[in-house]
């Protein structure tokens, strides 16, 4: 395989890592799209790793250099930036910025790239699990869903609930934000793409509602939700672990999305 990575922040690093360890199948060549002032440091971080890697600073040069698989790791902005010309190219990309699609002009501005170009958009689970169980109730039937995300307060540094409130004079458990997955998604694009993932594969952006927390006694990121629908009815807690390199980025996001490329390189899918 030859993978495309877009950005080179905390998910992409921790990627690379795993991909490079002498442990299950590797790509053979990876594509890293950075921004211009990126490109050199990039690139001399990759020396030291065994797979064949180089450094582009624009979609047009990644999608030239015809990877079997993008992977964004970029951001919201990021993926708006990149993710149209390659699906429009007909490379398969894996949003990992799931929450940009809260933006409806840019959905339908992928999901046109996508049938033009006989691309697949792939939405990962990231950093929550049963969506495969969520999406399939959905298509039998009217699906409640309520979703709770709570984080450490230093998680939602940067973001409107530290204009809102002292972040660091929090002593309990305290909400900043109840509102849909579109509000939540648009509003928190480094914090709330779990909310946007579980709404696509449930009853929608707009139909799901979202209460996210600051907790001084989380150790980790938890996402808990509730699934009720004439199927079946399932609540689901995941005590994330923080990434090393982005506390407000869960640990399994990388996970799930090895999960995504190795798939891709086995005959078997699970
Ligand atoms: N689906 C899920 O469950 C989850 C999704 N996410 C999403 O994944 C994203 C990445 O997470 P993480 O790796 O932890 O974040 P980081 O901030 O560590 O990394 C993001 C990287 O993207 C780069 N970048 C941003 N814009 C561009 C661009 N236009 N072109 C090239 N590179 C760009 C940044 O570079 P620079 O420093 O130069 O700006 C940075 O290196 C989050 O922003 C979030 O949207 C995160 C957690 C869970
Ligand atoms: O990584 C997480 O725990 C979730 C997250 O940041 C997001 O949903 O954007």
New binding site residues.
Partial sequence: MHLGI???????QQLVTMLAAPKGPCPERITL???P??QEGTAQALADQPIAAQVVTQAQALADARPDLVVE??????AA??VPALLRAGIDVVL????ALADDALHDRLRAAAEAGGAHLIL?A???GGIDLLSALSGGGEVELTYRGIKPPAAWSGTPAAQAIDLDAVTHATPIFTGTAREAARAF??NA??AA?LALAGPGLDATRVELIADPAASGNLHSYEVRSGIANYTMTIENKP?A??A???LA?GY?VLREIRNRMMPVIL
Avoid: D, F, Q, W
């Fill in positions: 877009i950005g080179y922040g905390n998910i992409a799209l950075v921004r002032e990126r790791c970029a951001g919201h902005a990021g930036a990149h990992v910025s799931v929450g990962p990231g950093a929550v694009p480094k793409n779990v993932t990434s390199g982005n407000r980025t869960s996001t799930s």
